[in-house]
Each structure stands twice: as structure tokens, then as C-alpha cells.
């Protein structure tokens, strides 16, 4: 983290919980490859810098404005993920929160 905070989640492919906590400026967190992570910048921003070890790392957004959750009614997306609505709500229409899936090129689907 170069400057400011953020919160940060990393779940494993089992959707497990491996890290939830601040990081703070100074501070390094390696996500393995094939975890998903949330960042959320603390009231002071977030600065960082990401790097991949791997030639093929992807990004594929799981939340957001061009992802597919964004058309899912707030009721499923509740539902699905055990959150309360208004938690759906700001999954599905906050852009100003980082939900990523990494994965190599090898392990990628073909997208229809």
C-alpha cells in the first residue's frame, strides 16, 4: 500500500475467508493466484500498486457496472450470498468497489 488504507477480503476457490483486515501504507499482501479479493479504499483513499508473477493473470470483474451480477435482481444477489439488500444494492451498483477474480489464462472459460 503506497498511501492511505484499505480494507481488504481474499477468499479461497472454496470461498473460504484467508484475509479480512485493513492494510496500511507501508504494508504488502500477496494474494494467491485464484483467490478473490475485495479492496476498499479506507475515508483517506488507497494508493497501491499490483503485481502478477504470472504472464497470463487476468482480471474478471465480479461486481460492477460490466459484470453479470449487475443485472441480477438485489433480492437474488441477497439471497445468494447470505447479505442484507442494501449490502446487494452497493454490490451490484458501487463501481467505486474493486471485486476481482484472478486466474491464468489456461484456467479461463470461453466466453459465448
Do not use: H
Request: net charge negative.
Amino acid at each position: 500500500m503506497l498511501r492511505g488504507s484499505a480494507r481488504i477480503q481474499v477468499v479461497n476457490q472454496n470461498g473460504d475467508t484467508v484475509f479480512d483486515d485493513n492494510v496500511e501504507q507501508g504494508q504488502l499482501l500477496t494474494v494467491p493466484q485464484n483467490f478473490a479479493f475485495l479492496k476498499r479504499a479506507g475515508s483517506e483513499g488507497a494508493e497501491w500498486i499490483s503485481f502478477f508473477t504470472n504472464s497470463d493473470a487476468t482480471n474478471t470483474p465480479m461486481a460492477g457496472r460490466v459484470s453479470a451480477i449487475q443485472v441480477l435482481p438485489e433480492e437474488v444477489v441477497a439471497a445468494s450470498y447470505q447479505i442484507s439488500r442494501e449490502d446487494a444494492r452497493r454490490v451490484k451498483l458501487n463501481n467505486q468497489d474493486t471485486f476481482f477474480f484472478t486466474c491464468s489464462r489456461s484456467e479461463r472459460r470461453a466466453e459465448a
